[in-house]
């Protein structure tokens, strides 16, 4: 049966979907407009490519990752277990605390993708994309995705993470790797000034650099 909490988290979830859908038309619109970069090859293979592996992704995360974090989430707020879950302030500031260390917990996977040779096999087929645009924030391998499921797992359940903080922190993260992975020329002035706060289009190509050093 349904707990009393599912109802506004299905809410959260649907208007969450709904911005991100939003922001993600206003990014690719944007591109067209205003590209960084120029494309090395023909767009129309490259993207279809892209979606495919996107696709697959997106089915591993729904059918490995999901089932996992999703009770571990309802579980530690009803138990009142995980880190931020002791902390005695009100739900919204442990929520908050619970985004910021998802996102903190993130990172140091991400830093593990690049320096541990097995996942690294897996992760160079993000890295592989020789052009640089929103698409390629859905270019993962699906195994990729599916090692990194325990992971997340873990991550809600030593962070104490509630349904409310992990719905909003998945909706930040995806507008995230989409915005930083874009081909959108920002005003300089405006990207360094962003670039303070978050990843930022031009910031993050350099992360995607051929050059070994300057992707770790």
Do not use: C
């Not at 939003?22 to 590209?35: D, H, K, S, T, W």
């Not at 767009?43 to 059918?63: D, E, K, P, Q």
């Not at 260390?101 to 993708?113: F, N, P, Q, R």
């Amino acid at each position: 049966m349904a707990n009393g909490n599912d109802t506004p988290n299905n809410r959260a979830m649907i208007a969450g979907a709904a911005l991100i859908g939003v922001a993600a038309l206003a990014i690719l619109i944007g591109e067209r407009a205003a590209p960084l970069r120029r494309p090395s090859r023909p767009r129309t293979r490259r993207t279809v490519t892209n979606i495919a592996l996107g696709a697959l992704s997106m089915a591993t995360v729904s059918l490995i990752e999901s089932p996992m974090t999703r009770p571990l989430a309802r579980r530690a707020e009803k138990g009142g277990t995980g880190l931020t879950q002791y902390l005695p302030a009100p739900g919204w500031m442990r929520d908050i605390a619970a985004v910021l260390l998802m996102d903190y917990t993130v990172y140091l996977w991400h830093v593990a993708t690049h320096k541990v040779p097995l996942l690294w096999r897996f992760h160079l087929v993000h890295h592989d994309d020789l052009d640089l645009d929103a698409s390629t924030a859905i270019r993962f391998h699906f195994v990729d995705m599916a090692i990194s499921a325990p992971y997340r797992a873990a991550q809600v359940a030593l962070l104490g993470v509630s349904p409310r903080a992990l719905n909003i922190w998945q909706s930040w993260f995806f507008f995230s790797v989409l915005f930083h992975h874009s081909n959108l020329a920002l005003p300089a002035r405006t990207e360094r000034w962003l670039a303070r706060l978050i990843t930022t289009p031009r910031m993050h190509g350099i992360h995607h650099s051929a050059v070994k050093a300057e992707t770790d």
